[in-house]
């Protein structure tokens, strides 16, 4: 049965988040993030023959150390993770890691394929889900800007099709095409569960992170 959303008014506020960029990277980390590299490589070594134009990786190294130092703070709510278009999975399999129950989400078939042998290899707990990350009527908070890339997906809905509520996520990590965040952020402020977080990369040194929350 889908729960009522609360029509409080919600308000989403950029959190002063420090991460240290240069944090040295544990060793079984670091194995997985060098065969991490490797998939990407592999991938981009033959783009021609399975191009995604809408795939462009973020620096997963950053993001790791920034998602530990926020799994260190204890500013989440809860231990629930999802990765919006996760991709090859990578940082779905390192929030795993650090001991969140992660999931991705990803609407390119060839993507989830692969993003489950490298969590597999990789011997890591996150569960891929192919899909659509956007909860239901969420795309009409894009207004006029309908070119966003994330309206593109022509799959069925993820949370629907595996009986899930995005509103029991108490993180949720994105990398948004550009233009794209502010879309990204609506969404997440009016779907978002109360006192849920956002980390969001932005590019080369630039993550960012909200909370959700209901007045």
């Given at each position: 049965?889908?729960?009522?959303?609360?029509?409080s008014?919600?308000?989403?506020?950029?959190?002063?988040?420090?991460?240290?960029?240069?944090a040295?990277?544990?060793?079984?980390?670091?194995?997985?993030?060098?065969?991490?590299?490797?998939?990407?490589?592999?991938?981009?070594?033959?783009?021609?023959?399975?191009?995604?134009?809408?795939?462009?990786?973020?620096?997963?190294?950053?993001?790791?150390?920034?998602?530990?130092?926020?799994?260190?703070s204890?500013?989440?709510?809860?231990?629930?993770?999802?990765?919006?278009?996760?991709?090859?999975?990578?940082?779905?399999?390192?929030?795993?890691?650090?001991?969140?129950?992660?999931?991705?989400?990803?609407?390119?078939?060839?993507?989830?394929?692969?993003?489950?042998?490298?969590?597999?290899?990789?011997?890591?707990?996150?569960?891929?889900?192919?899909?659509?990350?956007?909860?239901?009527?969420?795309?009409?908070?894009?207004?006029?800007?309908?070119?966003?890339?994330?309206?593109?997906?022509?799959?069925?809905?993820?949370?629907?099709?595996?009986?899930?509520?995005?509103d029991?996520?108490?993180?949720?990590?994105?990398?948004?095409?550009?233009?794209?965040?502010?879309?990204?952020?609506?969404?997440?402020?009016?779907?978002?569960?109360?006192?849920?977080?956002?980390?969001?990369?932005?590019?080369?040194?630039?993550?960012?992170?909200?909370?959700?929350?209901?007045?």
């Amino acid at each position: 049965m889908k729960r009522a959303r609360n029509t409080s008014s919600p308000v989403l506020e950029r959190l002063e988040f420090e991460w240290d960029d240069s944090a040295e990277i544990p060793t079984d980390t670091a194995k997985i993030l060098e065969d991490a590299d490797q998939v990407l490589q592999a991938y981009w070594d033959q783009w021609t023959k399975k191009p995604i134009e809408q795939y462009v990786a973020c620096d997963f190294r950053d993001v790791y150390r920034a998602l530990s130092q926020l799994t260190a703070s204890k500013l989440a709510k809860g231990n629930t993770f999802c990765e919006w278009g996760c991709g090859f999975g990578i940082v779905t399999g390192l929030a795993s890691q650090l001991g969140w129950e992660a999931i991705g989400i990803e609407a390119e078939s060839f993507l989830v394929d692969q993003a489950n042998r490298f969590l597999a290899r990789n011997r890591l707990k996150g569960e891929i889900l192919h899909g659509n990350f956007l909860p239901r009527g969420s795309e009409r908070l894009a207004g006029s800007q309908s070119n966003h890339a994330s309206l593109f997906h022509q799959v069925e809905n993820a949370y629907e099709q595996h009986d899930l509520e995005f509103d029991d996520y108490a993180l949720v990590f994105a990398y948004p095409w550009p233009g794209e965040h502010y879309f990204l952020q609506e969404v997440f402020r009016n779907y978002a569960g109360d006192g849920a977080l956002m980390l969001m990369f932005l590019g080369p040194y630039e993550i960012e992170l909200f909370r959700k929350s209901v007045s």
